[in-house]
């Protein structure tokens, strides 16, 4: 497809493979060039990230015997955001007998992210499900069993039935072992080169052409180059541009940045997901959120009281007294909603001054029927953990007093676009995870996260990343080419700029002033008036910034003010991208909720006839306004209907 516009005419093509939807896969599979055995070992691949998707793609290239170069920042692979996911990982095996099928999570999963994602991907993700939880088991991640051995699921919202494996509620952290096990076998082969610690920086481009990175070593400063066949982006999410979210917090968007700032398209941005059961806000001064996981609402409650400013203890609250809301409103799906629709009615509710907790703005999860029903001991065993960390977070015993709940902003359904092949418009360069925009649509549903990023790493890019080494000669670029010299003296120079400003505010007090932005105009409501204040704001503060803010230390050592400074200049001109996208998306869908359009019941109403299309977003310069390419959304296999989970 070719898409022009005003200022550009960009060639993007996002290769959908033709023919049925249950065959495409298959069919792209059988069709794309291989790369034979004794060439791969010529062929160099650098691999940003080592979450779960970089983990699971860099072992599979790696055992494959390709060379390749693996990036973190963190001082182990181990340490990825991805360890903190709680919950579980979906696929359709059917082991509950309880009706699924890859059909059906692929339906869930289309209609969840309300009819904003590609069938085709879509249906390749629900179609390798059941392959990652395979291969999970065969590497050793301890699955929850039932007493005869056989794996257990659990339930997920946006779904009537059992689908989410998990283990106990630190699914992520085993996941990632098992792949960090794989991968450190390929270490030790030699076949990956793990580099703990170094940031990337830039990615090098020739005649447009993804060649190599620009890495800084966080320990030394010093700065280094790296030429690759290919590069892969498995960088996660960046959800943390809002400040307070429940990422962690060295989540960031530095990396896919500095990829949109060299040709790739950005799709979707503003697309967030705005969590709805996360330890509500307790000050000014907090720096982080924390999640309790959607599992929880399998067996909690929620609730708010049925009076306004009822002050009352809970435990005193009497039954006829409590606005059990998600039932009342959603008789089928209940306190299973999906996370936008659970998050919204949290919002309202407090709104409407029903709220609990000091700052009125929390709702109920209360476990006091499932302990009468289950035993405590038996909720224990489901969720010990999460009940332990929120007891030590807020000093209340969750066994005996309802958890106090808020949406908070967890994950980013945009990212760097992709086509089916995971290619970004920038040829050579890959996005895979959490870092590109794909498969979620406005919403991601409940443990489809960890599904997309091994479903990338272990069972996608291991073939189409070969597709375009077959094509490409290896090795033809080096270090010393003048496109690295002249990227890497750019960085030393913005380097030196931010060091040389030494104005009179923190980097801590321009992120907390970029979140407060995005939270109160880009967050979970939107509408035109905020959108545009926004956008003022924003390019004000990012002004402001490069005249006024205070970096200290010095370039080469260790230094965190600098590695945050970097981040946060970005995350400054994300969040102007951001407030344009969801400005110019004027119909509501999934997380992405305009005050304009709404139905009467006050639910997202989508536009489809004039919105259905994935926003990807072209950078033409800091200053200037970026240009808007839209690809349009073509539903061949499901109908599109207005989100009912009533
Ligand atoms: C609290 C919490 C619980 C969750 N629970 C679930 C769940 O139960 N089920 C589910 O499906 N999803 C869950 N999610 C979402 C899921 O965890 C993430 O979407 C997923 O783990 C992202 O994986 P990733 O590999 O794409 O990125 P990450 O795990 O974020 O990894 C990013 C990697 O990139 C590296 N990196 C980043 N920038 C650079 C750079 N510039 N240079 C070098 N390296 C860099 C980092 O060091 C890291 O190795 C949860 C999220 C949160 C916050």
């Not at 703005?361 to 065993?381: C, G, W």
Request: glycine share 8%.
């Amino acid at each position: 497809m070719e898409v022009a516009s005003k200022q550009s005419t960009f060639k993007w093509d996002s290769k959908i493979p033709t023919g049925p939807l249950v065959d495409k896969w298959k069919t792209h599979k059988n069709n794309i060039k291989l790369v034979n055995p004794s060439n791969k070992r010529k062929y160099n691949i650098i691999v940003v990230g080592t979450g779960l998707a970089g983990a699971s793609a860099a072992a599979s290239l790696g055992e494959l015997g390709y060379n390749v170069k693996a990036f973190c920042i963190q001082d182990s692979a181990r340490r990825a955001h991805s360890i903190a996911a709680q919950g579980g990982i979906n696929a359709a095996k059917n082991y509950a007998n309880d009706g699924d099928s890859i059909w059906r999570l692929f339906y869930d999963t289309i209609k969840g992210g309300d009819y904003r994602a590609r069938e085709a991907n879509v249906y390749r993700l629900a179609e390798v499900s059941n392959s990652i939880i395979d291969q999970c088991v065969a590497q050793g991640v301890p699955f929850a069993r039932d007493y005869g051995g056989m794996l257990v699921n659990r339930s997920f919202g946006g779904a009537q039935l059992s689908r989410t494996f998990y283990a106990r509620g630190q699914t992520g952290q085993q996941l990632l072992l098992g792949a960090y096990s794989a991968l450190m076998k390929t270490i030790k082969s030699g076949k990956v080169k793990m580099y703990t610690r170094e940031e990337m920086l830039d990615l090098v481009t020739v005649d447009g052409v993804s060649k190599g990175i620009i890495s800084r070593n966080l320990v030394t400063g010093k700065i280094n180059r790296h030429a690759a066949d290919a590069v892969l982006l498995c960088t996660g999410g960046y959800g943390n541009v809002f400040y307070l979210s429940t990422n962690a917090k060295n989540s960031n968007v530095t990396a896919a940045w500095r990829c949109y700032r060299k040709g790739a398209l950005f799709g979707n941005p503003s697309f967030t997901q705005i969590h709805p059961t996360c330890i509500p806000v307790s000050g000014e001064y907090q720096s982080k959120l924390t999640l309790m996981s959607e599992s929880l609402r399998n067996d909690g409650r929620v609730w708010v009281p049925k009076a306004k400013n009822d002050k009352r203890h809970p435990n005193d609250i009497p039954e006829d007294e409590r606005d059990y809301y998600l039932e009342r409103i959603y008789p089928s799906f209940g306190n299973l909603v999906p996370r936008d629709v659970a998050s919204r009615n949290a919002k309202n509710v407090c709104d409407e001054g029903r709220g609990v907790g000091t700052s009125g703005l929390a709702v109920y999860l209360d476990f006091r029927d499932a302990i009468k029903r289950d035993s405590e001991q038996a909720i224990r065993e489901r969720y010990g953990n999460l009940f332990e960390m929120y007891e030590k977070i807020t000093d209340e015993n969750p066994y005996e007093v309802p958890m106090r709940i808020y949406p908070a902003v967890h994950y980013t359904m945009g990212g760097l676009w992709v086509d089916y092949n995971l290619m970004t418009t920038v040829p050579g360069l890959f996005a895979l995870g959490e870092a590109n925009f794909s498969d979620h649509g406005a919403n991601r549903l409940g443990a489809s996260a960890l599904m997309q990023g091994l479903a990338d790493g272990y069972f996608v890019i291991p073939y189409t990343v070969g597709d375009y080494l077959a094509g490409i000669t290896p090795g033809d670029v080096t270090t010393d080419h003048e496109a690295f010299e002249k990227t890497e003296k750019a960085i030393v120079a913005e380097i030196d700029k931010l060091l040389s400003i030494k104005g009179s505010k923190t980097i801590l007090d321009f992120h907390r002033q970029l979140g407060k932005i995005m939270w109160d105009k880009v967050g979970m409501s939107r509408d035109e008036q905020g959108l545009k204040e926004a956008i003022a704001e924003i390019s004000a503060l990012r002004k402001e910034f490069w005249s006024d803010v205070f970096v200290p230390g010095e370039p080469a050592t260790y230094n965190k003010y600098l590695e945050y400074a970097m981040r946060v200049a970005d995350f400054i001109e994300l969040g102007e991208l951001m407030a344009r996208d969801a400005l110019e998306r004027p119909e509501s869908c999934g997380g992405h909720f305009r005050e304009e359009s709404k139905t009467p019941e006050g639910e997202a109403k989508r536009d489809d006839e004039n919105y259905a299309y994935v926003s990807a977003w072209e950078f033409t310069g800091v200053d200037t306004p970026p240009v808007h390419h839209k690809e349009p959304l073509v539903f061949e296999n499901v109908k599109l209907t207005q989100r009912s989970y009533k």
